[in-house]
């Protein structure tokens, strides 16, 4: 039951880090592409507003850590997302910039390298505990 308990958060949480990414995304491009702003502070407000959905979705459906004060998971969730935007940011001007990666090729790699790694590991073990 406990196997299946985790698994269930497992892809409740990889559902929600979906949605959030498709949020990152959309606000990215419409930035980019239609204001014309530059790609860091674009990507940067991107990962802002798809970091709030994803602290929503994650304490309310995926961890179901809502029996908990919010408070303090947001302080984790500012500290942990903090750390994911800077290497977020950092992963996407590297392959965009240095290596010439069109950047929503980039940012759709390292996002996955983050989704999958460093991002699940924050939220399940430090933020929402």
Do not use: P
């Not at 039951?1 to 498709?22: N, P, V, Y």
């Not at 502070?41 to 709030?52: E, K, L, M, P």
């Amino acid at each position: 039951m406990i196997q299946s308990a985790a698994k269930s958060a497992w892809f409740r949480s990889q559902a929600a880090a979906l949605t959030a990414t498709g949020t990152d995304f959309l606000i990215t491009i419409l930035l980019k592409e239609f204001t014309g702003l530059g790609l860091v502070v674009s990507n940067a407000t991107g990962a802002f507003c798809g970091a709030v959905v994803s602290f929503l979705l994650l304490r309310n459906w995926a961890f179901k850590r809502h029996d908990q004060r919010w408070h303090g998971q947001a302080i984790r969730y500012i500290l942990a997302s903090g750390l994911s935007l800077v290497l977020n940011t950092a992963g996407v001007w590297l392959f965009s910039e240095v290596f010439g990666i069109q950047y929503i090729v980039s940012k759709t790699m390292v996002a996955i390298f983050m989704g999958l790694t460093i991002n699940y590991l924050m939220f399940k073990y430090f933020v929402f505990r």
